[in-house]
């Protein structure tokens, strides 16, 4: 049948309707005593007896005198018997040609379990709740096109079931991360999202225009410089969880706008923030999968890896890891001009402004990023890379500084945090002279977190999380989009 005519179909039954009085729209309430779960969990004690449930229409089968349907609502589907002898002449006539797959329906009625051993509803009052005007996609090829379901992420939950326990999986994530730290008296605070300067990140920042003040500012790309302010004031552990921005590229472990979770914690360094990470990876998968064992690949075939978060992450530094994988030691390059002479040799592409850190980093991305799979913390950054965190004592070249990773991602980035304002002055300048050369990622200095500094900030360790690659793994999503309710999409027009 003609899209047109299944379109003006709906609409008529709905015409009819309202003309009768019976206006699905003008419902307000319905008082749903149960969820599909809590029946199928509940029935040896909830056989027998009256409950309510509500939900989308996803199957119908008329036969006669009684039929059969599926309600789905948050936790499943339920199946629904409606018989002419329970809803009386007239409802069973609605429900029979006037309720369409992809309604929304209120149904009361008692539990039993059908000959063929399915647990049911025996409806006794079906009410019209909401009607659809779109019919859904036909049930046997389902929404399978990947652009679709991105952009109308709504029918995407809708027809796909494991597309809703996927986000749902996230909330409980996020949520046992903020169980876990409000118990270690963590306090969770919101700082500003527009900026003058975005600062805290390497990144290219969106530029938008404050009309009442007429002034440009900076969508945030860190949490960074406003969360040390509170430690600076006095408020001794923070955290806060929420998007920040960042003007580059997407594929699928990037999206411009994200969930980043950073925390600092005064008195204590980046070995604390180890153990925090560890500990917390750890009770976030025990709490939300049950287990410290992931699985993450291709389910159907058993093509992928298992990742093991119950075992102690592997703690080891850059450079070693560098060493493991290519032979080269940096420790005992002695010059830049050494080690872009390594670059050339191993064909690594660097700008004429890089330093040897800078070259460690790329050796870093090139060779030993993606061969950490198990839990792995990657320790002692150049200084080059990190102009906001402390200097190790004994190699003022490196810096306490960490990234874990897992499955070959970045899963968090956390510092010694530098609390030496001459010294981070001495960085600004740096990054400022950076930026002057054409760095578009470089920063800028700050002069009010300096003076926020010059006040005295304890010793302090920080780190940043990448939420939603933690919710790829633990939902076995392949790509990020797969994980953000509405990813950034490129505009149809």
């Known amino acids: 049948m003609p899209q047109e005519d299944i379109l003006q179909i ?12 019976r206006d699905p729209f003008k419902v307000v309430r319905y008082d749903v005593s149960h969820h599909s779960s809590e029946i199928r969990d509940g029935f040896e004690e909830l056989e027998g007896k009256e409950v309510s449930v509500a939900g989308r229409m996803m199957f119908k089968r008329v036969m006669g005198k009684a039929s059969f349907c599926n309600v789905m609502d948050l936790e499943g589907k339920i199946q629904i018997y409606a018989s002419r002898d329970n809803l009386g002449e007239d409802h069973y006539a609605d429900f029979k040609k006037l309720y369409d797959v992809g309604d929304i329906l209120g149904v009361k009625g008692i539990v039993f379990r059908t000959k063929a051993g399915e647990i049911s509803v025996e409806a006794h009052e079906i009410t019209l709740l909401s009607k659809a005007l779109q019919p859904l996609p036909e049930k046997f090829h389902g ?19 494991k597309v809703k326990e996927t986000f749902v999986k996230r909330s409980k994530i996020i949520s046992s991360i903020r169980q876990y730290l ?12 527009l900026v003058e300067n975005a600062g805290g990140a390497a990144a290219r920042p969106f530029v938008t225009h404050y009309n009442a003040l007429d002034e440009d500012r900076k969508l945030r790309i860190s949490l960074e410089l406003y969360l040390k302010r509170l430690i600076i004031g006095g408020l001794e552990r923070v955290y806060e969880i929420g998007r920040v921005f960042r003007n ?33 990876f750890r009770h976030v998968a025990e709490t939300v999968c049950g287990t410290t064992t992931v699985f993450y690949g291709d389910e159907e075939s058993g093509e992928g890896v298992t990742i093991d978060l119950g075992k102690p992450f592997r703690r080891l530094t850059m450079v070693d890891a560098i060493k493991e994988e290519t032979g080269i030691d940096f420790d005992s390059v002695s010059s830049d001009e050494e080690a872009k002479k390594l670059a050339d040799e191993k064909h690594i592409e660097y700008e004429k402004h890089h330093k040897k850190g ?26 080059e890379i990190s102009p ?3 200097k190790k004592p004994d190699d003022p070249s490196k810096v306490e500084r960490f990234e874990l990773y897992i499955n070959g991602w970045e899963m968090c980035n956390a510092y010694s945090e530098l609390n030496d304002p001459i010294d981070q002055r001495e960085r600004f300048a740096a990054q400022d002279a950076l930026a002057a050369a054409g760095d578009e990622e470089a920063q800028h200095t700050d002069e009010d977190f300096l003076h926020a500094m010059e006040l005295g900030m304890p010793p302090t360790g920080g780190i940043g999380y990448g939420i939603d690659r933690l919710v790829m793994l633990l939902t076995n999503s392949q790509a990020i989009r797969d994980v953000l309710l509405f990813p950034t999409l490129k505009s149809l027009d």
């Open 248 to 280: 580059e590229g997407l594929d699928t472990k990037h999206n411009p706008e994200f969930t980043l979770m950073e925390l600092y914690q005064a008195y204590t360094d980046y070995n604390g923030m180890m153990d925090l990470t560890e500990n917390m």
């Open 358 to 383: 800078d070259i460690v980093n790329l050796f870093f991305d090139e060779f030993c990023e993606d061969k950490m799979i198990q839990p792995t913390f990657i320790m002692d950054h150049p200084i």
């Open 182 to 193: 409000d118990e270690r008296d963590f306090m969770e605070v919101e700082t500003p999202m």
């Open 10 to 21: 709906k609409r008529d039954k709905l015409n009819t309707l309202q003309e009768e009085g």
């Open 143 to 161: 929404l399978t096109d990947t652009d679709t379901r991105y952009r109308q992420r709504y029918l995407d939950l809708i027809m796909n079931e």
């Open 388 to 390: 906001l965190t402390k």
